[in-house]
Structure formats: C-alpha cells, structure tokens
Nanobody
Framework: QVQLAESGGGLVQPGGSLRLSCEASRTKFWIHRMGWYRQAPGKQRELVAVIGDGGVTNYADSVKGRFTISRDKDTAQLQMNSLKPEDTAVYYC??????????WGQGTQVTVSS
C-alpha cells in the first residue's frame, strides 16, 4: 500500500511563504508525475502544480510566478511565495502512476489571513 507523507501548510499572513512537502513510500510502480491540487470551501478541486518525468512542470495560471514545484525521486516540494487570501484551501498531494492509477494524500490546510 502506497503511503504519502504530507507536511507543511498552516496559517500565514498575506504576502508570506509556506512550503509543502510530499514523500511517497512503498511505491511499486514508476511515478510519472507528482504534484498538488487544492480545494477551497464550496469550490471544485483544482490543479495547483505538477511535475513530471524530466522535470516538466505545469502550473495553474493563478499561481504562476509565485509557486515553484520541485521533485527529488519520490519526494516533491511546493514552495509558495507571495501568498494571497484566495490561496486558502486544503492542498492534496497527488501521484500519477500512469496506467497503474493514482494516489491522493489526505490533504493539508493552508490558510492565508491577516
């Protein structure tokens, strides 16, 4: 059973920074992509950032220039700078094993408020 260890998140003032980390263990298959989605109250889950093989990245337009995703083997990190109140959401780590399926973390709360 794949395990995802998520860390980071919390409460930060507007303009502040946070770093999320996601480490996968007990993986039996090749990880094609890792990343994060987020879901704010009353809204659908949306892509934040994902990084694939070879370091190819994809970001939501709303976070481009502020968030940076990186990956080292089975661990991914999301550096979030210049945070805004609209970034408040539960952030879910996501792993894509390609045809072998996907795994989701339990989520971590990020709250941006003064």
């Amino acid at each position: 059973q794949v395990q995802l260890a998520e860390s980071g998140g919390g409460l930060v003032q507007p303009g502040g920074s946070l770093r999320l980390s996601c480490e996968a263990s007990r993986t039996k298959f090749w990880i094609h992509r890792m990343g994060w989605y987020r879901q704010a109250p009353g809204k659908q889950r949306e892509l934040v950032a994902v990084i694939g093989d070879g370091g190819v990245t994809n970001y939501a337009d709303s976070v481009k220039g502020r968030f940076t995703i990186s990956r080292d083997k089975d661990t991914a990190q999301l550096q979030m700078n210049s945070l805004k109140p609209e970034d408040t959401a539960v952030y879910y780590c996501y792993i894509d094993f390609g045809v072998m399926g996907q795994e989701w973390g339990q989520g971590t709360q990020v709250t941006v408020s003064s």
